[in-house]
């Protein structure tokens, strides 16, 4: 009697897992199914065996057997997700790593773009340089040209004139010339003259001017030595020969006689 009874509950069973495999899917919705429409379920499948082979069939068997339907389901369903979860964190991680491989390969591109850009700054700095130095140059030829133009100029325009007036007129001309430029030449010679001076007699430069007399008005006690010294360094400084018949004509005379003698001579 017990192993007809285990037998028939056997059957039950499979008839109750057949037709859940029929009708309920094998997904979360199914699972969903079960949970929500248990009842409704239970009450379905006990009508139709019923119906079909007028045994009656208790209710807590159906439910059992959902319920144990239900648990397969929900590992089913989770292990699904478990893959899902798994395929999908190795696909981010390899998204993730083709995003890092992109990442190293746009820095090393800005790297490498960084540095032709410095390369190329680096080289416009120095042809901005060779230009500006070439526009020195140039500045400085133009300047020196223009001088000699300018030379030339006054040279022709001279040549001109004597052409153009007469001899005297000329002579007067030069000599007005002459006269206009001579303070600066005396002025410019002496800067030259009183520098030798302040070095030779170890002076400060600007205690000397053309009134200076260079025996009493300098503080210093100028001697034979000091006189030669000085008439050397002159000599050196212009590139002239300054004749001894001449320097030893020369008396402890005021500075300014003395530059007017230096320019004549010059």
Do not use: W
């Not at 004597?162 to 001579?182: I, P, Y």
């Amino acid at each position: 009697m017990i192993d007809d009874q285990a037998y028939t509950l056997n059957i039950i069973k499979k008839v109750i897992t057949s037709y859940l495999d029929k009708n309920i899917p094998n997904n979360e919705t199914g699972l969903n199914m079960l949970v929500n429409q248990c009842d409704d379920l239970v009450y379905k499948i006990a009508s139709k065996i019923y119906t079909e082979s007028g045994h009656k069939v208790e209710f807590y068997i159906i439910r059992d057997v959902i319920n144990c339907r239900i648990e397969t389901l929900q590992e089913h369903i989770a292990k699904i997700k478990e893959k899902e979860a798994t395929r999908l964190a190795k696909q981010a991680q390899r998204e993730q790593e083709e995003d890092i491989k992109q990442l190293e390969v746009k820095a090393k591109k800005l790297e490498s773009e960084i540095q032709t850009r410095k390369e190329e700054e680096t080289k416009i700095s120095e042809q901005t340089s060779q230009y500006e130095k070439a526009i020195s140059d140039e500045r400085k030829l133009l300047s020196e040209f223009r001088k000699r133009q300018e030379a030339i100029r006054l040279a022709e325009e001279a040549k001109r004139l004597e052409n153009k007036t007469s001899q005297e007129e000329f002579k007067v001309l030069k000599r007005n010339f002459r006269e206009e430029n001579k303070q600066k030449i005396i002025y410019d010679l002496f800067l030259e003259v009183k520098n030798i001076i302040s070095k030779q007699l170890e002076v400060d430069v600007d205690e000397i001017s053309l009134e200076s007399n260079l025996y009493h008005d300098l503080g210093v006690e100028v001697n034979e030595l000091h006189y030669i010294e000085i008439i050397m360094a002159l000599e050196e400084h212009f590139d002239i020969e300054i004749p001894d018949e001449i320097g030893e004509k020369l008396e402890p005379y005021r500075m300014n006689k003395r530059s007017d003698r230096s320019t004549s001579r010059l």
